[in-house]
């Protein structure tokens, strides 16, 4: 057993593993998605973009070597719910509201909200740029989609 080089044995390995698995699903489901002859741009063109950009990357990660634990960090990192993992299950949720509230509220209000309280919980302390780039990305994103590549984002409660 000595000799023998484990398959699995970094972390970036595992959850690189995972991430093409994940990216692979993705690609997948976004073909599936329904042709729309007359937009310019189908609505499967960015998931699958980013499917591919997703695969790629997990691939990059495959080969990253992890970084040595330090004793001291490997004392902190031993309880289960340690900040990091908190830090994720919080972004989890975000995620989630940010699902549920897109159809109701719609892509600005909800893009705005998900971007506002992500960077807050991150610990981004300057609230009026917060604000104007939490208001500024949807807005342009919007624009862009909507006029440009002719895709039609969710209004929600907003008449435009």
């Not at 340690?82 to 509230?101: C, E, P, Q, S, T």
């Not at 509220?105 to 960077?119: C, E, H, V």
Request: charged share 15%.
């Amino acid at each position: 057993m000595k000799g023998r080089v484990r398959l699995l044995s970094s972390q970036n390995k595992k959850v690189s593993l995972f991430l093409i698995v994940l990216g692979v699903v993705f690609v997948i489901m976004s073909v599936r998605l329904p042709e729309y002859p007359l937009v310019p741009v189908d609505a499967d063109a960015i998931p699958i973009i980013l499917g591919c950009l997703l695969i790629f990357l997990s691939i990059l990660l495959f080969f990253i070597k992890d970084e040595p634990k330090d004793s001291e960090d490997s004392e902190q990192s031993e309880p289960f719910f340690n900040a990091d993992r908190k830090m994720l299950f919080l972004f989890g949720g975000f995620i989630l509201l940010y699902i549920v509230l897109l159809e109701w509220l719609g892509f600005l209000i909800t893009t705005a909200l998900f971007i506002f309280t992500s960077t807050f919980a991150l610990g981004y302390k300057k609230h009026v740029t917060n604000i104007i780039v939490a208001i500024a990305i949807p807005i342009v994103f919007y624009y862009l989609f909507n006029y440009v590549l002719k895709i039609s984002l969710p209004k929600g409660i907003l008449p435009f």
